[in-house]
């Protein structure tokens, strides 16, 4: 009975979403947009990865919290300098 058990919790778990890299070599390209409640979204990414969904608001970095705030004074920095960056969306 515990074999059972083990075996249909296993098949029953959670399971976690994929994550797909993005590599912008020139992060000046990237194309985004802000709405009113700070959501950041990504209007591009299928141009550096065919994998990615195409425009317009599929993939979103909020803003408003600590961790958003500091994710996107970097891809600001790196835009502004037109540095390679590595992007992350889960499926």
Not at 24 to 35: E, H, P, T
Not at 44 to 52: G, H, Y
Request: net charge positive; aromatic share 14%.
């Amino acid at each position: 009975m515990k074999l059972f058990l083990l075996i249909v919790s296993l098949f029953f778990a959670p399971q976690a979403g994929a994550q797909i890299w993005v590599e912008v070599d020139n992060s000046s390209k990237l194309l985004w947009q802000i709405n009113s409640a700070a959501k950041v979204y990504f209007r591009n990414l299928n141009e550096f990865n065919a994998a990615q969904v195409a425009c317009c608001y599929a993939y979103y970095l909020d803003s408003t919290t600590p961790r958003g705030k500091s994710i996107w004074s970097i891809i600001l920095a790196k835009m502004a300098t037109k540095k390679r960056i590595t992007l992350g969306s889960l499926l």
